[in-house]
């Protein structure tokens, strides 16, 4: 049964499928929870909420949907059946239109945090510093004082030490610096910070085992924030 799988108030992250196929900067996740299980093809989950604002999700409209299990990520497509308020939640009721699928990585699932990083144009001898905002399997978006041309690529150098290591006694070593190359997708103006560029790159040629070493970093560390939100 689908209650062996999903638990209410599981957390949730959802996209048009109409954009997932694009590249990077126009690809927009949503975060929301599990509030109910209808059947085990209707859910009813909560309205994602960004930046304060209620995000509108259209009736009719297919989105890919992720849940955050403790068995694991699982996915699957729904369409938006319709949309009202439970008690003092907006809420929205959507039915499944492809089975429940487990995946084993977590690639297109993107981490918003905060991390140091240096960065390197091609043809510069020195790295710049800079502070990752979010990131991806597929990239990541950090911010500057300067715009990036699109299309400009660099290599970027990521460590990928995580906190609970340290906490454990563990010391850092040479595999936890991972250097990529990458090209800059998109720089534009970011809201609300005058003279503050948001840019998004997309990994170059990265090799499967790298990317597996940053969606593992992904995984551990929105995993590390679950188990504290709980």
Same mark, same amino acid.
Request: hydrophobic residues 35%.
């Given at each position: 049964m689908i209650e062996d799988i999903l638990s209410i108030n599981d957390k949730i992250e959802l996209i048009k499928s109409s954009v997932l196929r694009k590249n990077e900067a126009e690809q927009k996740y949503y975060k929301s929870h599990?509030?109910?299980? *209808?059947?085990?093809?209707?859910?009813?989950?909560?309205?994602?909420?960004?930046?304060?604002?209620?995000?509108?999700?259209?009736?009719?409209?297919?989105?890919?949907?992720?849940?955050?299990? *403790?068995?694991?990520?699982?996915?699957?497509?729904?369409?938006i059946n319709e949309k009202y308020k439970q008690g003092?939640?907006?809420?929205?009721?959507?039915?499944?239109?492809?089975?429940?699928?487990?995946?084993?990585?977590?690639?297109?699932?993107?981490?918003?945090?905060?991390?140091?990083?240096?960065?390197?144009?091609?043809?510069?001898?020195?790295?710049? *510093?800079?502070?990752?905002?979010?990131?991806?399997?597929?990239?990541?978006?950090?911010?500057?004082?300067?715009?990036?041309?699109a299309g400009t690529k660099m290599l970027?150098?990521?460590?990928?030490?995580?906190?609970?290591?340290?906490?454990?006694g563990q010391s850092q070593d040479e595999k936890d610096i991972c250097e990529i190359k990458a090209k800059v997708v998109d720089s534009e103006l970011a809201r609300a910070k005058n003279n503050v560029y948001e840019n998004r790159i997309e990994f170059d040629n990265i090799s499967g085992k790298v990317r597996e070493k940053i969606v593992r970093f992904i995984f551990e560390v929105d995993r590390q924030r679950r188990q504290n939100s709980f």
């Open positions: 599990l509030v109910d299980i *209808k059947d085990d093809s209707t859910f009813i989950i909560s309205m994602p909420v960004e930046e304060d604002k209620l995000v509108v999700l259209d009736i009719g409209e297919s989105y890919n949907l992720w849940f955050y299990t *403790k068995r694991g990520l699982y996915t699957c497509t729904v369409i003092d939640d907006n809420v929205a009721e959507v039915y499944a239109t492809s089975d429940l699928e487990k995946l084993q990585r977590r690639q297109y699932y993107r981490l918003n945090c905060i991390m140091d990083f240096e960065y390197k144009i091609n043809g510069r001898d020195e790295f710049d *510093k800079g502070v990752v905002i979010d990131m991806s399997g597929g990239g990541l978006r950090f911010n500057t004082e300067k715009k990036l041309e970027i150098r990521l460590n990928l030490f995580l906190a609970d290591k340290k906490d454990e």
